[in-house]
């Protein structure tokens, strides 16, 4: 019986590891072998996990919470799968608890990889016509937030900036953002109208 090796992965730092950590402790996986990546399950950068297979052994088990922790497609999965048995190690899935190690659980990674992939691919083609349906709404180009700062707006903003307004008072009086603004500082000539020091005649007199 071999140790059980840990992996864990989520895409970002801002995201929560701690279902999958508490799910690999209460499997058996000690701290010292549990290995973590913060990165998309698309990259190809996961030191983690490059690490995590150099410490199996054979008899060994790299264990996850779920599989699309380990691979987000087949073409991606079987060469994970492959330097992972090519150690004399297994793999387990805790969420899909299977026996991946038999013909029969392998055709199950299979199927259940796949369906992984199908998955991903509609919701991609959900977000592209999304978007196509924004653009075509707003025009083409025009994608991201509505646009605030129209010429008549910027033209308003160099007004109020002239009158002596604060930046942060101009953004609260047109209802617009501070950052847009100051994008917009220069456009407006603002860098004109900023007060200038005293002169050192001035500040002795």
Known sequence: MGYLVGYARVSTEDQSLDLQLDALRKAGVLEDNI????????????PG?????????????????????????????????????????????????????TITGKLIIA????????ERQVIAARTKAGI????????????????YMTPERI???????????SGPRVAEKMGVS????????????HHKWARRLPSRKSQKD
């Open 35 to 46: 290995h973590i990546d913060y990165a998309s399950g698309a990259s190809t950068k996961r």
């Open 49 to 101: 996990l490059v690490f995590g297979i150099k410490d199996l052994r054979a008899g060994d088990t790299l264990v996850v919470w779920r599989l699309d922790r380990l691979a987000r497609s087949m073409r991606q999965l079987y060469p994970i799968l492959d330097s992972i048995y090519i150690k004399g190690a297994t793999f387990r899935s805790l969420t899909e608890d299977f026996d991946f190690n």
């Open 111 to 118: 199927v259940l990889g796949a369906l992984a992939e199908f």
């Open 132 to 147: 196509a349906a924004v653009r075509a709404r707003r025009g083409e180009g025009s994608w991201g937030p509505p646009v």
């Open 155 to 165: 033209k308003r903003v160099g007004e109020l900036l002239h009158k002596g307004l």
């Open 178 to 189: 501070k950052a847009s603004v100051y994008a917009h500082w220069k456009q407006v000539g």
